[in-house]
């Protein structure tokens, strides 16, 4: 929000397509059970994160909700004995952190409201299908025709979307769809022109979108009427699934997989394809392909949901894209979502991970083609493709279109102006998300790259490698400083200045250089010597170590004891006889 200085009113900021983190910090035992106390984190920042406690009954009752998805999940069995115990305790911490893990990884279990509730209860603790209900009530009171049948619970994966089944009253036989939705992080048209844009949704005429009946917005939501279809969407013919069936059973864990003919992929890409090359040239921004926003008439899919980018609804593949800095506008959300769909088309699931470095056999070379001009690392780093690029490709090239219904979606100027500006909103939320991300992944990286052992054993052998050498240069530095005071002292010459810890060895004239042999036993008082006649001279330069070793050891080598002065005493302590 920081290009905008104020929020819309009834704008939701919170994204629900940011993943959540949870870890599991600690456990209490009380007297008759243990708590487990979690930390959950919303995205990477370590600033939004909170506590939450829950106790192993509360994760057997998320896990008997979940069940609907008929995925086998890892909780931890019960135990009645025993389940006090230290080491029972720690060993079931373990199992509840992996259940977390999965559930929190996991694309359609992570968004899903029952998870969302788990971990976080404050943002979630609304129910939105009263609340639905109520506006959906007070629309009917200027609406007296429309009538709704049943709701349609949790058909589809948004939480703060809900569905209807309606009927017209003097038409009883005929169904209709009626959807009604919060507004979403990404709403940047003014109410004025939300509510215009969302009306003139009903006028849009093309082969390949789905007619909208009704629409309407206001200030803090918005409400859609669309025909009712038995068939389900494209996502229902991959899954083998009901249309009224929850989300959660439809498409979680598919008894069969199998994907598409051939002709059916190149036929509902190529539709696909062109009604997102004709969105993007009237400037209408979209962002949310998927299979299951693309309904079938026959042999012809159509487009469904353009109302969401309006709302400023997240995209279902928003945790994906926003990983890759590359996929910075909607027409390349567009590509890297159709990426999605075209794999689930030909696979008849979606892929394991994101990027995909393997694809399997496919029932044409140009299907993979695509897919790795689309999802592959290289894809990622590199941006992808435009639609008009996609259209050229020998998948598509080739399909002949027969619809023939010339398209009608006509936007005033001034609203085309609202839609680039709120566009560019869009795409710059996406950016400064993705930066984020970047940022942390890189921190991340540098921070277990200089804590793994390799890092560690690399910096104890440089740590190892300095000690030494500082030892060795120190020695030959106390060397160089006692080579240095022994020449000056056999010279003659001023004792140049000394270390405190290197002893100055006594002068004696005449001498040349060290005895080796301790001295003999001392001698009657000599006469002092007659004073030097030779001119002070300043000291030289302090030789460099090497030097100073060698003549230290030539000097010693080359002593001869012959070349040693006899000295004569004069002994006057005798008493004399005169």
């Not at 051939?262 to 004709?278: A, C, D, N, P």
Request: net charge positive; charged share 25%.
């Amino acid at each position: 929000m920081a290009f905008m200085e104020k929020p819309p009113a009834g704008k939701v900021l919170l994204d629900d397509t940011v993943p959540l983190t949870a870890q599991i910090e600690a456990s209490q035992s009380l007297h008759s059970h243990t708590e487990y106390i979690i930390r959950v984190q919303r995205g990477v920042s370590a600033e939004n994160s909170w506590q939450i406690v829950r106790r192993y009954s509360d994760f057997d009752l998320l896990n008997n909700s979940l069940q609907i998805s008929t995925l086998s999940l890892p909780l931890p069995p019960k135990k009645l004995i025993g389940n006090m115990e230290r080491e029972f305790i720690a060993e079931r911490q373990k199992g509840l952190q992996a259940y977390l893990d999965v559930i929190t990884t996991h694309h359609i279990l992570s968004n899903c409201e029952l998870v969302k509730k788990f971990l976080d209860p404050n943002s979630y603790s609304v129910n939105y299908t009263e609340i639905a209900l109520q506006h959906v009530s007070m629309f009917f009171r200027s609406e007296p025709k429309w009538e709704v049948v049943e709701p349609l619970k949790d058909i589809g994966w948004r939480i703060r979307k809900k569905y209807f089944l309606m009927k017209i009253k003097n038409q009883p036989k005929e169904r209709l769809m009626l959807s009604w939705a919060d507004l979403g992080p990404d709403k940047y048209l003014s109410d004025k022109d939300l509510q215009y844009a969302v009306k003139l949704l009903s006028s849009c005429s093309h082969p390949y979108i789905y007619k909208i009946t009704f629409a309407t917005a206001n200030e803090s939501s918005a409400l859609v009427i669309r025909p009712f279809s038995e068939k389900g969407t494209l996502k229902d013919l991959i899954y083998k699934a009901k249309p009224k069936d929850p989300f959660l059973k439809k498409y979680c864990n598919p008894k069969k997989i199998q994907g598409l003919e051939l002709q059916q992929i190149k036929t509902y890409g190529r539709q696909i394809l062109e009604v997102l090359k004709y969105l993007h040239e009237k400037g209408f921004p979209y962002g949310h392909l998927h299979s299951a926003n693309v309904m079938l008439d026959g042999d012809t899919c159509k487009l469904l949901d353009l109302e969401n980018s309006l709302l400023g609804l997240p995209s279902f593949y928003r945790s994906y894209f926003s990983q890759f800095r590359k996929i910075n506008t909607l027409e390349g959300v567009d590509v890297h979502c159709f990426g999605h769909l075209l794999y689930e088309m030909t696979y008849g699931r979606p892929p394991d991970t994101i990027p995909v470095d393997n694809f399997p056999p496919a029932p044409s070379v140009f299907v993979v083609s695509v897919l790795e001009s689309i999802l592959t690392c290289e894809a990622m780093k590199n941006g992808m493709p435009t639609v008009s690029r996609l259209l050229q490709m020998p998948l598509f090239s080739d399909v002949l279109l027969t619809n023939s219904e010339k398209p009608q979606f006509k936007i005033p100027t001034k609203l085309k102006e609202a839609l680039k500006t709120s566009k560019e909103c869009i795409e710059k939320r996406l950016t400064e998300e993705q930066k984020l991300i970047h940022q942390h992944r890189r921190l991340t990286r540098a921070q277990s790259h200089h804590g793994s052992e390799e890092e560690k054993k690399k910096r104890k052998i440089l740590a190892r490698k300095k000690s030494k050498r500082s030892a060795y240069e120190s020695g030959e530095e106390h060397s160089a400083k006692y080579s240095n005071s022994n020449n000056s002292a056999g010279s003659g010459a001023s004792s140049p200045l000394t270390s405190p810890s290197s002893p100055t060895p006594p002068s004696t004239a005449g001498a040349s250089s060290i005895p080796p042999a301790p001295p003999p036993p001392p001698l009657p008082p000599a006469a002092p010597p007659p004073p030097s006649t030779e001119v002070p001279t300043q000291p030289s330069p302090q030789p460099d170590v090497s030097a100073s070793r060698g003549a230290l050891l030539s000097s010693i080598q080359n002593f001869q004891k012959g070349t040693l002065k006899k000295t004569q005493t004069c002994d006057y302590s005798a008493p004399r006889i005169s």
